[in-house]
């Protein structure tokens, strides 16, 4: 059974990148590297985009051309928020597929700190397991 719903990762979501780009230092660093990123999660299916604007989900998301594109399933995301991914074994078991610019990927990384300090507070808040 997925972690979360559909409907529960688009709230959750939304709110934790639009937190991260206002009030953290995410969105300007996001801004100066001139990254977005597109999410492909499976189980549950959500799409998202996010750039220095914000998130946008599902068809809007499909429609936009990324920097880098990350594919992984619903708990892999959980886990990787909850810093209990590491990273270079999910790529190399494939638990995580990226794709874009080696050194973009690479960049990315360090950029989505401070959602993980954040992420537990949501958990807390939509009733996810920690």
Request: aromatic share 10%.
């Given at each position: ?35 977005s ?34 594919k ?35 960049q ?23």
């Amino acid at each position: 059974m997925p972690i979360f719903t559909k409907q529960v990762a688009t709230d959750l979501f939304g709110e934790l990148w639009m937190k991260m780009i206002n009030e953290t230092e995410f969105g300007p660093n996001l801004k100066a590297a001139n990254m977005s990123i597109l999410f492909v999660v499976n189980d549950p299916e959500v799409t998202m985009f996010v750039d220095g604007n914000g998130p946008v989900f599902e068809d809007e998301a499909r429609a936009k051309v990324p920097t880098v594109t990350m594919k992984m399933n619903g708990d892999t995301v959980h886990k990787f928020w909850l810093k209990q991914v590491f990273i270079p074994k999910a790529l190399a078991m494939r638990q995580i597929i990226a794709k874009g610019p080696v050194g973009k990927v690479l960049q990315l990384l360090p950029l989505l700190k401070p959602g993980q300090v954040l992420y537990p507070d949501y958990c807390k808040k939509f009733n996810l397991p920690m």
